[in-house]
Structure formats: C-alpha cells, structure tokens
C-alpha cells in the first residue's frame, strides 16, 4: 500500500505560480511512477504529466512549457510548479503513483492517489 498526502493549493492571481507537493509513504517511492492530474467541475480527469525512474518525465500538451514535475526519492516527495496560472487552469489537483515503468496517462494505470488539491486562479 501506498499512502500519498498532497499539499500547497490555494489561490492565486492570474499570471502567477504556485507549487504543489505530493508525500508518499509505504512502499519505496524510488520504483514508483508519478503522475498529476486534474478535474474542472463538469469535466472529465484530465493527465498532466508525470515522471518515472525508467523514462523521466512526461507532459500533457497543455501544460508543456508552464508545468514542471520533479521527484525527491530521498524526501518521498513529487511536485508540480506551476507558473504562468490561467483562470482555466482552476481545478483539483491530484497526484497519483503507478508501478508501470512508463508515465502512463490513463487514470485506470494508477492505483494509489492523494486526496487532491484545490486550486483557483483569480483574472
């Protein structure tokens, strides 16, 4: 099993950044593969990215450039800088771990996941 705690959303402006942490515990987080994703109200779960030891990372066209994901094996940690926010980007922000080799981008590849994160980008 594989507990995963998120921290760091909140508000922000426009324009502006913000960094999301995600702490796992209960299994050697260095095997794992870790991804992020969000949900919009009305809308479906959407990947962006994710980064594993076999492949580095991997992004969602939309976030390319703005979004940035890293991993801290030593501290267990995954995160998710998030610059240049746009009001579109407003949505809870999950994180997610996988054992496949590969980022995958299919929800249904990822068993364990954080409890998610708020996060409103104000105009």
């Known amino acids: 099993q594989v507990q995963m705690v998120e921290s760091g959303g909140g508000l922000v402006q426009a324009g502006g950044s913000l960094r999301l942490s995600c702490a796992a515990s209960?299994?050697?987080?260095?095997?794992?593969?870790a991804g992020w994703f969000r949900q919009a109200p009305g809308k479906e779960r959407e990947f962006l990215g994710g980064?594993?030891?076999?492949?580095?990372?991997k992004y969602a066209d939309s976030v390319k450039g703005r979004f940035t994901i890293s991993k801290d094996n030593a501290k267990s940690t995954v995160y998710l800088q998030m610059d240049n926010l746009k009001p579109e980007d407003a949505a809870v922000y999950s994180c997610?771990?996988?054992?496949?080799?590969?980022?995958?981008?299919?929800?249904?590849?990822?068993?364990?996941w954080g409890q998610g994160s708020q996060v409103t980008v104000s105009s």
């Open positions: 209960g299994r050697a987080f260095s095997t794992l593969t």
């Open positions: 980064v594993s030891w076999s492949s580095g990372t």
């Open positions: 997610a771990a996988s054992i496949k080799m590969k980022v995958p981008d299919d929800v249904r590849m990822y068993a364990y």
